[in-house]
Structures are given as C-alpha cells and as structure tokens.
C-alpha cells in the first residue's frame, strides 16, 4: 500500500506560465548585460597608447609634484607651480605654463 495520495497533474494557469518565461528571458537579458559590461571594462581599460618615456627631463630646480597625460602629449605639474606640457612623440617641452598662487 502506498500512503501518499495521488494528485491528477494540473495544467499551470497562463498567467503563471507567462511569468515563468518573463522570469527565464529577464534572466537571461541580465545575464547577456553582465557579460557585455564586462567586456567594455576590459576593452576600456586595455591601454593601447603609445607607451611614455622612461625617463622624463625636467628643467634645471623642477621637481615633479603630478602627472597626467593625453593623446599626444604629457604635463607634469612642478613643485614651484609650473605646468610642463611635452610633445609625446618627440619628448621636448612644448609649453609651460605659470600657476598663480
């Protein structure tokens, strides 16, 4: 003798199929969102620039205090309130700049 009670299998109604499916194509777009997210981060923070010099020279009493860098250029900000602005390619001083205190 088998004690459990034996159920008829009942059709689901529509609206719950329907919300299993929204459920299972929601989670799928999330996960398809995750996946592209992260490829853009990847491909963001993938530098493909030109590589910066080993050795900067600065003129003679400057000393670095900050750096930043663009597409074809790099400035490094002095300790005695200059910004020194070089031609990437070619490394020279292009501009300097006097920060007024």
């Known amino acids: 003798m088998n004690d459990t009670p034996e159920t008829d299998p ?21 996960i398809a969102g995750l996946l592209v997210i992260l490829t853009l981060i990847v491909i963001r923070y993938t530098d493909r620039r030109t590589p910066l010099p080993e050795v900067i020279t600065l003129p003679d009493g400057a000393k670095a205090a900050t750096f930043t860098y663009g597409p074809d250029w790099y400035a490094v900000v002095t300790t005695d309130d200059r910004i020194l602005i070089f031609n990437r390619e070619t490394g020279k001083l292009a501009q300097t700049i006097q920060i007024d205190p």
Request: hydrophobic content about 50%; overall charge neutral.
């Open 10 to 30: 009942v059709d689901e109604p529509a609206n719950l199929k329907f919300l299993r499916l929204l459920v299972t194509v929601l989670t799928g777009t999330m």
